[in-house]
């Protein structure tokens, strides 16, 4: 029987380097997700491209770039990498305990996390999901809890951050509230009825400095819930600052509309995070993979 050449059959540390740097353009950014030094991975690059007998990179003054060698095995490379994981994952899943106890904020979970949640039960039939509502920090150990999704900063104590997505907001009112105020301009919003979330006291403020603007302090209900908010919303009863994504149906129904076109990206950012000692537990690791997925397939760059 003929063996397969050694050449054909590259490490699988050379493949995820070169991998890496090919879809972050980086051999910095490479290292930083692969928690290695930027000479480890042009070693393992340099190593790979010596086996291959050809160059994959192009490095000069303004960056790193594929050769047109480089871009055809990266394309053929970085789905077989994924199918790898992905059976490594499935494989861990069913040899470690199978249970995922995972905390989720309230909007987070019904507006776009549960409509994704049958596509994770279909890959990984074997992980029993088990939910619980949580805001803002808490001790993992003591609520017995794998991981959680976190709107915030990346300053979990004793915890692993990984970045999910930004979170755009925008001021949204029912339509019979629009039309019972003028409202052309941003500095209409001075005077009306404002909502505030408790959890984000200055969300109005850096809305308005976007703009350069810095109004009085203005009247309006508190609440703890943006679920509260979107209905007192409807209600007419004020103005609310609402992530885009949490409010798309009402505003496609027509039930809220945007009182003034202007988007800003929230201080805070949606973070899914877990304990140090919980990053190897397989359903957790599964989890965090899936959802990345889910994340970059709805990016406008996917």
């Known amino acids: ?144 809890i794998d991981a959680a999704i976190h709107i915030g900063q990346p300053d979990w104590p004793g915890a692993v951050s990984t970045f999910l997505m930004d979170e755009f907001v925008v001021p949204v009112c029912s339509p019979a509230f629009f039309a019972q105020h003028t409202i052309e301009a941003p500095e209409d919003l001075f005077g009306l009825p404002l909502f505030h979330m408790a959890s984000r006291p200055g969300a109005w403020d850096h809305w308005f400095g976007s703009l350069g603007l810095k109004p009085a302090s203005g009247r309006g209900m508190w609440f703890e819930q943006f679920s509260n908010v979107s209905q007192a919303c409807i209600a007419g009863l004020g103005i609310a600052l609402m992530p885009q994504f949490m409010i798309r149906s009402e505003l496609e129904s027509g039930q809220l509309l945007i009182a003034v076109p202007h988007a800003v990206k929230s201080p805070s950012a949606y973070y899914i995070v877990a304990p140090h000692a919980r990053m190897s537990h397989a359903p957790v690791a599964a989890f965090i993979s899936w959802i990345l997925e889910e994340v970059a397939a709805e990016s406008p760059a996917a």
């Open 1 to 144: 029987m003929i063996g397969i050449p050694r050449k054909l059959l590259p490490s699988s540390s050379a493949l995820a380097a070169f991998d890496a740097v090919a879809r972050l353009g980086s051999f910095s950014a490479a290292a930083n997700e692969l928690s290695l030094t930027q000479g480890a991975i042009s070693r393992q690059v340099a190593g790979l491209e010596e086996q291959l007998g050809t160059r994959l990179f192009e490095r000069n003054s303004r960056g790193v770039f594929l050769t047109p060698v480089g871009t055809a095995y990266a394309e053929s490379i970085g789905p077989a990498l994924r199918m790898i994981r992905q059976a490594s994952l499935q494989a861990m899943t069913k040899t470690q305990a199978n249970s995922l106890h995972l905390a989720i904020l309230p909007m987070f979970g019904t507006r776009w996390l549960m409509p994704r949640i049958p596509r994770f039960v279909a890959r990984y039939p074997h992980v029993t999901l088990n939910f619980a509502t949580r805001i803002g920090h808490f001790d993992f150990e003591r609520e017995a």
